[in-house]
Each structure stands twice: as structure tokens, then as C-alpha cells.
């Protein structure tokens, strides 16, 4: 099990693009988007790390940008790892998908595609899971609804 | 699946013979939609449809209050209610730095595990129902009515309790508590070989599970197939040994791992988690410290600002609630990565090349609840 | 002692009176009137009174209560439930076929019909009794088959037809083994008729008489003809959580009354012809040479008999279908090609051997 400090050399040492936050309650990398899937896959398969497996993954629409965030565990070592991933395009967002690294995160990313909108590149089947074609991304924090949501 | 076979799946203009199983049937649990292409009998490929249930409840949160919260997040995995309220309890507390005192740590581990024997007693009722041997509905629905009959007395709801409360609980249990648990460990332990006697060894059945719908360890990582489903696959998951919260440390219970990971293997995990769950019960009622019920806490909560993530075991899988805060007394975004969206999808994997009677037997065995997926 | 019971008394008594009056042809015709008004009329109370002991026996063995409200003990629950399905919509399908959809469930009620009339109830109470009597009781119960494929087809829909499909399987291929185990008795007792396999079973039941050949032989045909009669661990044709309700799942109201009628009254001349051939349809038990016991035994009419005995068997069946999980098609037809084919084919060359050697009581 590798602590915080550990984690940021071997992570700085794969990818040095790589920023570290601080004073987190898990150890967070941020990354650019186009070093993402570089990470992962490194993430994946050096064995003092070997991250496994995708806890989680989802998105935060902070007014001026989105973050993506994942979530990774490694079921070997039973450390945390937190990988987020800035995108400032608010029209068109776009970053690549994982899905061929981690089969769960196919249906992660149409979940983030259904409610926030961000397109993934090479994703498989990337077409919406929860809602109809025309409704919207309703977890963007400027989508209004007149029907069903009341404004304060 | 690659974007061909989407594209092929007109109906009406391909080749394959696609039939429709859901959203209304009585065998999906819930409003599930299979399309399913069959070649005779056998499955080609699965594609699940869903979002027949999807309430928004990850956008209703961000304009409600954490105390608030506590009440959607029943909504979710209804069967696992308890567990779902604990998920974000801990996190609001542990974001505060807030310690609670221990008789509420016993009282919610106790809680707990009366939950995951319900939700387990249901899932077998439901299991034997599907695969047709309509009387375990019978059997599993009498003995889960005292577990209700606890849950109605201490809180006055049956199935959704919404008891915690960022600090503690909402009151305390009331005196009968502890003396009625008793009477139902020791009802429950003389009924649980029936169980096994209806049907765990019966010919029939073990025809109908065994080799089924197979799932390696490698899939059930890859596909994040946590709880008891992952554990018939030999992966050792359960955050109440690996990640203890609330008194988990404090109790002996074994992991209970099954290395086949079919059909067979995830039915025997739940049934000795049943065993598993009575012997936790036994060394906590009687041990219960005295007590406040909460700590002190401040009328509004506010969580400071940053990110905060918390992981519950429920009876189906890992819960995961991820909170980002900006200092308000609401969430600025909060996510929940329920363990039943990760438990279906990979149901294409396995149940494929089986039987549509396979199909059936497989979603019993992965135990579905379907708000969860949807939230 | 058995005259007292014997109906052959009462049916000559109308024969003699009909035919004071009556020409030769008029009363042949007004026989089989009589005899066709009786077996429709037993018939629907059979149905009837079958539904309701179904729901009762699965009550029991749920550990409820069953029906209790509806008239005494809820013995009119059945008639309630036949006024709702009288009154129901009749909802046709556009596309059906519909002289083939509107045909499917009388075929199936006059194959059952047919089957039911050559049942021998009591000494003399025997409507049908052919020298070929259990061959003709195999050919018209497999015309059920027909009214089953017909209805899945001419639904319009997949889940009927897969319904169907595996329904038609499953019939055709347990017909072997009930025709087989029958036939072990027909080796034993040398003739096809029914009332004479019933009057050699006269010093002992057929079960006890053939020992171990005719028990295997029994336990063949109980589940060969529980797979028959789609019902118990082999009702895969109607899983309500697989496929809905299979090949009738289009069907609502007098039709979809026919096919569930049809059901039970199938279970009920399985297990009338169980009794017959292998418990001595309407034979008392007589043990041996305890003379008392005998006696005693012969003062129950025949009828009483035959009735304990079929519904005996009747509340095996329900026994199995509570209790057991559902086989799956593939394992429906592996047991019945794979073991007990074999099995049957064995025992009935055991069976002419020990007939041969006269190993048998």
C-alpha cells in the first residue's frame, strides 16, 4: 500500500504534466486532457501500482469549466487514487474515453454524456442512457426547465 | 458490442429475432427493459434499456439541505435503505470531523445488518419465484414480516427509514429493541436450514444454476461487480472488512468467497451471508453502550469547502457517495455511484450463449434493484 | 359382494325402458344423449371442484389460509371466478388467424373430452369400452397437441410461439415414455382393454402384483404425464416470469377458460388412467387372505374407490408442482431422451421376461 507521498513520485515520475493537490481527503492528480489516457493505462499496468479498478466516474460543472473526475482503487495494494481532468470548451466539451481500459467506464461516460453533455472520443456505443434525445443536459448548472423546476 | 450490431437492430429490416422483456414483466425487478436477439433458444446478445425510473435525484440534491438528502437516498436501493442513509451520514460527519458516539455506531451496525438480512430474505423469495418454486415466496416473505414488525415499531416505517441524521440517529430505539432482535435471532436460526432443505439441494435447482452465467474475477473487476455477486467470483470486496466503518471493527465474521462465479456460487455467498449477518447481530445486541443517541450538532449544517467521498457496503455492493462543497448548507454536486449500475451491465457478458430461461436465473442471481440504476 | 355396487343394473334398467318405447335407432340416439349431457355436466364440475382443491393444496403447503370467503369454506370461489371469465372482453388480434385462433381452444377441450369418456368410473359405469382402450386413450389425449401449436401460431405473437414451440416439444417427446410405461402393464395383464386390466387386477393391484418393474414403470409415467400436461416442474410452456403466459397469452375470457379447464381435467384422466391401470381402478385393497379385512373393504362402493384413488395421485401431482423449481427446456427433453427412454425400454423387456417365467403374483 503505497502512501500519498509515494503515489505523487511514481505518478510525477510516468506522466510529469501531473499536478498534485493539496490538503485533499484522498491523494488527487490532475491531469490534461490529452495526457489522460496515458495515465490511465499506466495506472493500470505498473505493478507498484496497479489500479484495477474504476471505482467511480462523473463530472462537476463548475461555471466556467468542467472537471472530470475518477475514482480508482487497486484491489492487489487496496490503495485510493483520484484522477481529475479539466475541460475548458463549455460548448463543445470533449475527452477521450477509457472504456477500453476499464469496461465499466463505457457506461459511466454515457451517463456523464446523457446529463452534462461532454462527448467522448472513442467511445463504443456513446449514445444516452437515461433521458430522451432533446432533453437537454440537466445537470449543467445553467440548464432551466420552466416545467419542472422552480427557481428561487 | 460495437456500433455495427446498433446499427443492424432495426426492427423489422435484420436478421435477428428480437423480443422485448420488460419494462413490464414479472420477472425484471422493477422497470428494466432487456432487448434481447435470440437464435432459437439461445441468447445472442443482451442490450439493457433504462431510465424508466430516473427521478433526477442527483440535481434535486444540490437545492436541499444534508438532513434532506437523508430522505432521497432511501429512494435509491429501497431494500438496503438503512445503508444508503449511512453512506451519507458518515460523510457529512467525517467532512466535519464530527464523532459520533458509540452507542450510535452499534445501533447503526445493528440496523445494518437487520437490513441486509431483509434485503437477503426478499432476494431469495424473489429467486425461487422466478426460477418456479412459487412457495420460497411464502417462506421468505413470513420470516422477513418480524424484521419489518422491528423496523415499524422502532421507527414506524417498514421499508424506508430514513433514521439517521448527520450526527446520530433521530431518537432512540425504544426498550423492547433489544429483547425482540433476540427472539428473532433465535426464531430465524431454527427457519434458515429450511431454506436449505427447499431449495439450495434440490436436483432441479442446482440443474438450473450450476455453470450458469459464469463471471471470472478478471470480468468482475473490469466491470465493477461488487457486493455478493463480485464475491462468487473470488473477489474478495466487502468494505466491511477491507474499509470498517461504524462498529464493523468491533465484530468476528468471516468474508464469505466462492470461487466458481455462477449462478450456484452467488446464491451460496448470500445464504451464508444470511449465517454471517445472525452471528453479528448476536455479538452486538447484547453489548449496546448507553449513551446520547447524536452528538452536537449545529442546526444548519454546513459542509467546508472541497470534495469528500465516502464507501458503505450494502447488501447488493459498494456504495460510494461523492460530495463536492462549496460552504453552503447544500451540496454543490453529489453523486452516488450505486454498486446495481455497475451489477447490470455486465450481465451481457455473462448471460450471453445461455438460455432465455438462463437469462432469468442470472438477473435473479445478480439481484437487481432498478432506482438504483436510474436514481 | 360387488353386485350389490354394479351399475350395469341401473344403465340395463334404462336401456330396458327406452327401448319399450323407442325404435332401436332412437335409442342409441337418446343413450348418447343421456351419456353426453352426463359427461359435460361432470365435466364443468369437475373443473370446477379441481380448480379449487388446487388452490387450497397450495395454500396449505404456503402456510396460508386459500380462498375462505366466497360462499362456505370459499367453495363457490371457483363459480365467481367462472361468471368473471364469462363476462370478459374478448379482445380479438388484428393480425391473427382467426378460424385457427377461435378453433385452438376447442380442440383442445374435445381431445380431453374424448380422452375422458373411456375412463371406467365403476363396475358397469364405463362409457367407452373398446378392446383397444388404452391405445385410444394415448392417440386422442396427444390431440391436444394440435390445439396448443394452433394457438401459439395464430396469436401473431413471439412470446406465443416460442410458447408454443416448446410445449410441442415437450408433448411429443413425453409421449413415448407414457406409452411405454403403460404398456408394461398391458404385458402384464395381456390385453389393451380397460375393464379387463381392471378385472385381473381382481386378487391384487397391478403395483403389488408386478413388484419392482411396475413401480418403476409407475414413477415413469407419473412424471412423463406430469410433463404431458405441462404442468409442475415441466410448465416452462406458461412461466408467468419467463415468457408472460406462453401460448395462451392472448387469450382472455370463455377461451382462456378452456384452455385452464382443459388443464385440470387432463391431471384428472392422468391420474384416472393411473388408477386404473396400476392402483386397480375400481378395485378394492384386498390384502392376501385376511377375509375380515376384505369384507370390510368390499362394503365401500367401487366409485368411492376409484375417486380416492385418482384424487390420490391428483394431489401428488400438486404436491410436485409446489414444491419444485422449473426445468429448462433443454433439460426437460434431456431427461426424457436421455434417461427415461432408456429406462422405459429396459423395463419393458425385463417386464416380458418375467412374464415369460411367470416371475410375477
Redesign the interface.
Known sequence: MLNRDELKEIIISLVPEAEFAEGTQLPEVIVPVAKLLELAEKLKTNPKTLFDYMINHTAVDFNTHFMTVYHFESTTHKHLLVVKSKIEDRENPETESLAALYPTCEFFEREVFDLFGIRYKNHPNLKRLFLEDDYGHPLRKDFRDEVNMIER | ???EI?KDVIIGESED?I?NIGPQ???THGVLRFEVCLQG?TVKYIIPH??YI?R?I??MCESLTYPQIIHLTDRMDYLSAHMNNEAVCLCVE?ALQVEVPERVKYIRTILDELNRLASHQLWWAAF????????T???GL?DREMILDIFEESFGSRLLHSFNTPGGLMHDVHPNFQKKIKEFIKYFRKKLPEYDQ??TG?V??K??AVGIGPMSKETA????VTGPSGRGSG?A?DLRK?APYSAYDKVQFTECLETEGDTYARYKVRMREMWESLSILEQLVDNIPEGDYTAKMKPIIKLPA????Q?VETARG?L?V?I?SDGNKTP??I?F?TPN??NL?VIN?IASNF????L?AVSGSLDLVIPDI?R | MQNLYDFSILTGAIHESLSRSMSPGWVTFTELVIIGLVFLLFFALLGLFLVYLERKVCAIIQNRVGPNRVGKWGLLQTIADLIKLLIKELIPIRKSDKFLFNLAPFIVIIASLMAMAALPFAKGLHAIDFNIGIFYVMAVSSLGVVGILLAGWSSNSKYSLIGAMRSGAQIVSYELSVGLSLLAIVVFSGSMQLSTIIESQSNGWWIFKGHIPAIVSFIIFLIASTAEINRGPFDLAEAESELTAGFHTEYSGIKFAFFFLAEYINMFIVSGIAATVFLGGWMPLHIGNWEGFNHIMDFIPPIVWFFVKTFFIIYVIMWFKWTFPRLRIDQLLTLEWKYLLPVSLVNIVLIAFLVLMGWHF
Open positions: 458490442m460495437t456500433e446498433i429475432y423480443i414483466h414479472p420477472s433458444e433504462v431510465g430516473h433526477g442527483e440535481k467525517n425461487g419465484m422466478d426460477l418456479g418454486a412459487l412457495t415466496f411464502f417462506y413470513r427447499l431449495l434440490n432441479i435447482f440443474q438450473r473487476i473490469a466491470y465493477g473477489w470486496c477491507h472541497g470534495e469528500f467521498f464507501r459498494e460510494a461523492y463536492v454543490y454536486r453523486r455511484r449500475f455497475s451491465f457478458t438460455k432465455i430461461a438462463d432469468v436510474d
